[in-house]
């Protein structure tokens, strides 16, 4: 079984960068597709990002965030470039097979969870 930890959080001033990491351990990521979700206070979680046999984002974090994967590091990364302080959450990482070949947009389908790391934008 997996197991995700989140790291990288903070906070930053609008328009400031973060990099999160997702590092598992107990099995390798190349058998996943690993997706970000952030969740605010008092909203329902946000599908941010994912990257599987296809990349893609989501509408608030297009053109500003990018998600990338280091195989030998067993890690996903989510580099945030101009913050704003919409982007204030929860962020979290999970996994789904690789073979998943519904929406990644999703949340249901992932099975396995980080704990989650807060970053806080300020304006």
């Known amino acids: 079984q997996v197991q995700l930890r989140e790291s990288g959080g903070g906070l930053v001033h609008s328009g400031g960068s973060l990099r999160l990491s997702c590092a598992a351990s107990?099995?390798?990521?190349?058998?996943?597709?690993v997706g970000w979700f952030r969740q605010a206070p008092g909203k329902v979680r946000e599908f941010v990002a994912v990257?599987?046999?296809?990349?893609d984002y989501g509408e608030r974090v297009k053109g500003r965030f990018t998600i990338s994967r280091d195989n030998a590091k067993n890690t996903v990364y989510l580099q945030m470039n101009d913050l704003k302080p919409e982007d204030t959450a929860v962020y979290y990482c999970?996994?789904?097979?690789?073979?998943?070949?519904?929406?990644?947009?999703?949340?249901?389908?992932?099975?396995?969870w980080g704990q989650g790391t807060q970053v806080t934008v300020s304006s």
């Open positions: 999970a996994v789904v097979e690789a073979e998943y070949g519904g929406d990644f947009r999703d949340m249901d389908p992932y099975d396995h």
């Open positions: 107990g099995r390798t990521l190349r058998t996943y597709a």
């Open positions: 990257h599987g046999w296809k990349t």
